[in-house]
């Protein structure tokens, strides 16, 4: 029994001074002396056992910290009182002079009164905890502002998602479950080429960070765009192990890119089509009225011959005059900025164009139908502008009826949220859209010589629905009829 006792002493002994730290015990005395201390002292007060046991200068209360001493004396003294044990972080000074944090798990030792007789515990070193633990919650402050506006997925080497954050899931329809385990392209969306990939891992694969913007599908066949940013992650022997891409949404910007895109390219075919009339509209009767002032002043030329030079040049000057009056309506619509905004009532605006071509709807017997919803009586807009865009609509599918059956026109206007949705369909010859779709909004065109126009009706109609902020859209069938949509701000 003695023998056992013996090994038990001697194991308990040796696992004090082996383990990290410094096992202690000191009196619940005034000046807390150190009764006794394992071999982990030196390392942690850099006091030697001897120099700290017994004495009073070197004692429990002169290691702590002068700044930690009251709340800690304090507390250590309230759970003695109540028979607590107490696991406290706090700094001591060390031999030379040197602060350390550190972490103190201890209790009271009471004799059969219930005095205190002494205090034992287990002190640990904690200072690198300490010190980097603002760095550590920086990092995570970071890790965590990235994942709140940010997709984050990691891979490894071979491109395997490893991990994958809330947004990635949110963007891509597909669980986390479902993206872990998988490659990046589970979002391929097939629109970039194959050498952007090869591109994208050349540059990682050598050690390189890759930026570029890719086009993504998600699981419900919807697409979204991404600001995409890849970097290696290397370990301690600066071998790549994984990779880590941060992603941003950028659709938004992507849309406005190819709404912009498609504004210029607009605008450059209209500077084309100006270009035209220009170049040929004017130039030909310019070139007439000149060619025939050359025969007007030839001295052999008759009377005959110079009054049709007159009749020619006048035709001429005609021509140029249209021309010239066509390009001036064409700017005065684009330069709506100091137009003033009104109430318009929808119902009384076709009421009145209906007045209008009151003639041409009882010679061709047209029925003309509405159906204005109660949220869509009103809109926020340039009467004029509004008044034009359904009066051409109107006019076009009277003029261009079918000799077949009655003409019927159909107004319909709805509310979409804040959008008028306004469409006007007829049951006229219509157009054969597949061959004249990218000139059926354009300046002089023509689809059917049958009947007198322009061809600026639909040019003006298209020009003014953009101008009050709005879209256009056809859909016809020949022999069948045509629908025109329009979407406008209600405000």
């Known amino acids: 029994m003695n023998n056992l006792h013996f090994i038990n002493s001697n194991l308990t002994i040796n696992l004090r001074n082996s383990l990290p730290g410094m096992f202690f015990s000191y009196l619940n ?10 071999k982990g002292c030196y390392e ?13 200068h070197n004692s429990y209360k002169t290691l702590v910290y002068f700044e930690d001493s009251t709340w800690l004396l304090d507390k250590i003294q309230y759970n003695l009182s109540h028979r607590l044990p107490w696991n406290i972080e706090y700094r001591i000074i060390c031999k030379y002079g040197r602060i350390k944090w550190v972490r103190e798990i201890a209790n009271g030792v009471y004799d059969a009164h219930g005095v205190v007789t ?4 287990y002190i640990e070193d904690i200072t690198a905890i300490k010190e980097t633990a603002p760095i550590v919650n920086t990092f995570l402050s970071y890790q965590k502002s990235i994942n709140a506006c940010s997709i984050v997925s990691i891979t490894d080497k071979s491109g395997k998602i490893i991990f994958a954050n809330d947004l990635f899931s949110h963007y891509s329809k597909y669980s986390i479950d479902e993206l872990v385990g998988k490659d990046h ?3 391929n969306s097939g629109y970039h080429s194959k050498e952007l990939f090869i591109d994208l891992w050349t540059t990682i694969k050598s050690g390189k960070i890759w930026r570029g913007e890719i086009k993504n599908k998600a699981k419900d066949d919807s697409f979204y765009w991404v600001d995409t940013v890849i970097s290696p992650i290397l370990n301690d022997k600066n071998e790549i192990i994984q990779y880590l891409s941060i992603r941003n949404i950028i659709t938004e910007k992507k849309e406005y890119e190819r709404e912009l895109a498609k504004a210029l390219n607009d605008k450059y075919n209209e500077l084309m089509q100006f270009n035209y009339i220009v170049s040929h509209n ?3 009767p310019v070139a007439n009225i000149l060619g025939m002032a050359e025969i007007f002043k030839m001295p052999d030329t008759n009377i005959v011959d110079k009054e049709s030079c007159l009749d020619f040049i006048h035709s001429a000057t005609k021509k140029m005059d249209e021309v010239i009056l066509d390009l001036n309506t064409i700017l005065a619509t684009r330069s709506a900025i100091n137009e003033k905004k009104v109430m318009v009532e929808i119902t009384e605006i076709i009421q009145s164009i209906i007045g209008t071509l009151q003639n041409q709807i009882e010679e061709s017997q047209t029925v003309i139908k509405t159906q204005i919803s109660d949220e869509a009586l009103c809109l926020y807009t340039i009467k004029g502008y ?3 865009i359904l009066y051409n609509l109107i006019n076009n599918a009277i003029k261009y009826k079918s000799l077949e059956r009655r003409p019927e026109i159909t107004i319909v206007a709805q509310k979409q949220n804040d959008i008028l949705m306004l469409s006007v369909e007829d049951n006229g010859i219509g157009i054969d859209t597949k061959r004249y779709e990218k000139k059926l909004f354009g300046l002089y065109q023509r689809f059917n010589v049958d009947v007198e126009g322009k061809g600026l009706g639909l040019y003006m109609t298209k020009t003014q629905v953009e101008t009050l902020g709005g879209k256009i859209s056809v859909n016809s069938e020949l022999h069948k009829g045509t629908k025109f949509s329009i979407s406008l701000p209600l405000i």
């Open 386 to 388: 509004f008044e034009s």
């Open 118 to 121: 002494q205090i034992e515990g």
């Open 29 to 38: 005395n005034e000046e807390k002396t150190i009764l006794e201390v394992s």
């Open 282 to 284: 004017l130039r030909a």
């Open 44 to 56: 942690l007060t850099e006091f030697a056992q001897e120099e700290i046991i017994s004495n009073k």
């Open 185 to 187: 392209r589970i979002v």
